[in-house]
């Protein structure tokens, strides 16, 4: 298990940047998979991006050229930036930790950071 902790959101204008961090409370270099989802108000949760443990990324359609996940070892960190936001980034902003094991995975989530795009 793992305890993730977001941070980095709030209220930004149109073509604005942020960036969001989410730092982990252990190594995060046996965690498969390190990804950032989203969920606006009235709609499903999405993912976002994610990054593997060999530094392999995967962008939806929507934010690929705008965003850049990456993770920090190290620092047991991973990290979203987000360049030219746009209204519809508006949404809770939550990590995700996906482990593989002997039978099947475990996914753990962090409690979520408002991202605001608005003029």
């Known amino acids: 298990q793992v305890q993730l902790v977001e941070s980095g959101g709030g209220l930004v204008q149109p073509g604005g940047s942020l960036r969001l961090s989410c730092a982990a409370s252990?190594?995060?270099?046996?965690?498969?998979?390190m990804g950032w989802y989203r969920q606006a108000p009235g709609k499903q949760r999405e993912l976002v991006a994610s990054i593997t443990s060999s530094g392999s990324t995967n962008y939806a359609d929507s934010v690929k050229g705008r965003f850049t996940i990456s993770r920090d070892n190290a620092k047991n960190t991973v990290y979203l930036q987000m360049n030219s936001l746009k209204s519809e980034d508006t949404a809770v902003y939550y990590c995700n930790a996906r482990s593989t094991l002997p039978i099947g995975q475990r996914d753990d989530w962090g409690q979520g950071t408002q991202v605001t795009v608005s003029s």
């Open positions: 252990r190594s995060i270099v046996s965690i498969n998979r």
